[in-house]
């Protein structure tokens, strides 16, 4: 078999079996109109290297693209790819350490939980990536296959041709004004933290001793009970934390109405907090009477301490968020 015989083969075999015939013949006749009258072998060579690569050319008969995702929807997959990804490995997180902590007792020590929980969150995060990599892939894939037109020109983010029109909404964000997908995720982490915290105070937040080697809970810091009086104006805020981070991974960058939210959540959260650690019955007797002894104070100067502290430190870390935010949102 000559160079050219095995060339249409290598091109035919990639082709559904019904149009190989008819192929092959048109191939032929190109590659001979192509050669000279009295052609050698360099000849035939310089002809089938204009042809190209046997299955570049083969794609080119085919209905079906080659390729699972080309270049026409490659940047959409990509950049949906780049948003969704971390809001699933967010959202799955959250639920994992909810759940998580739903079955916990009190029985483990804290340490214990947090190792526990890390491993089965980095387990999380790879499940989560590789699900969402597959579906996401799969759906572009079959998009690929039933767009039926040739034109292999990257869409747009509206899925249209890309026009000169498209860069006017494309606005310029200074380097210092991007929210970072990674910092939304931190964010929405620490939420989840504090949360847990909050409705499991009585069996993570107190005094930790080593007793036979191991790290035992022996008295709780909080009031659960008075913790919990609170619980409906905590699931609002824990909700307007959850939007507020959703909402800076779709805007990608501080304005005046990001931090005007902002604000505003900063001011509710504070008000709670000193509303909560101001009740005299939120900290457990035992728990004062303990830490007093070790400081060698009076359990009245330990809870002004732990009150007027906690005030002072959560009210400047909300009032440098709210001037963080609008400093950033003034950047041009």
């Known amino acids: 078999m000559n160079l050219i015989e095995v060339y249409i083969h290598e091109v035919t075999r990639r082709l559904p079996e019904k149009n190989r015939?008819?192929?092959?013949?048109?191939?032929?006749?190109?590659?001979?109109?192509?050669?000279?009258?009295?052609?050698?072998?360099?000849?035939?060579?310089?002809?089938?290297?204009?042809?190209?690569?046997?299955a570049t050319l083969a794609s080119g008969y085919r209905d079906q693209p080659m390729h699972l995702i080309g270049p026409r929807y490659f940047d959409v997959y990509v950049s949906l790819l780049k948003m969704i990804l971390p809001i699933a490995v967010t959202i799955s997180l959250i639920s994992l350490i909810a759940e998580y902590f739903i079955?916990?007792?009190?029985?483990?020590?804290?340490?214990?939980?947090?190792?526990?929980?890390?491993?089965?969150?980095?387990?999380?995060v790879i499940e989560v990536g590789i699900q969402t990599f597959f579906w996401l892939t799969l759906i572009f894939a079959i998009i690929e296959r039933a767009d039926k037109g040739k034109d292999q020109h990257p869409l747009s983010a509206?899925?249209?041709?890309?026009?000169?029109?498209?860069?006017?909404?494309?606005?310029y964000i200074p380097k210092k004004k991007v929210i970072t997908k990674l910092a939304v995720f931190g964010y929405l982490m620490w939420t989840a933290i504090w949360a847990t915290l909050y409705f499991y105070?009585?069996?993570?937040?107190?005094?930790?001793?080593?007793?036979?080697?191991?790290?035992?809970f022996v008295i709780p810091a909080l009031n659960q009970d008075v913790l919990l009086h609170y619980w409906p104006i905590?699931?609002?805020?824990?909700a307007l934390e959850i939007g507020l981070s959703l909402y800076k991974l779709i805007i990608g960058q501080w304005t005046k109405k990001t931090a005007i939210f902002t604000t505003a959540l900063e001011l509710i959260s504070t008000i709670v907090f000193i509303i909560m650690l101001s009740n005299p019955e939120l900290m457990d007797q035992e728990f004062i009477t303990y830490m007093?002894?070790?400081?060698?104070?009076?359990?009245?100067?330990?809870?002004?301490?732990i009150v007027g502290g906690g005030i002072i430190i959560f009210t400047l870390s909300a009032a440098f968020n709210v001037y963080d935010g609008f400093r950033k949102a003034r950047i041009r």
């Open 158 to 171: 509206s899925l249209k041709k890309w026009t000169p029109d498209d860069l006017k909404s494309i606005p």
């Open 201 to 216: 105070a009585n069996h993570l937040v107190g005094v930790y001793e080593s007793m036979e080697g191991k790290l035992e």
């Open 292 to 305: 007093s002894g070790l400081f060698n104070t009076t359990a009245m100067q330990f809870k002004t301490w």
């Open 21 to 54: 015939e008819d192929i092959a013949l048109e191939l032929r006749s190109t590659i001979e109109d192509m050669l000279p009258d009295d052609y050698n072998e360099k000849d035939i060579n310089e002809v089938l290297e204009k042809l190209g690569n046997p």
């Open 103 to 124: 079955g916990y007792r009190g029985e483990e020590a804290v340490i214990h939980v947090v190792l526990d929980l890390t491993g089965f969150a980095l387990w999380k």
């Open 234 to 238: 905590v699931l609002v805020i824990i």
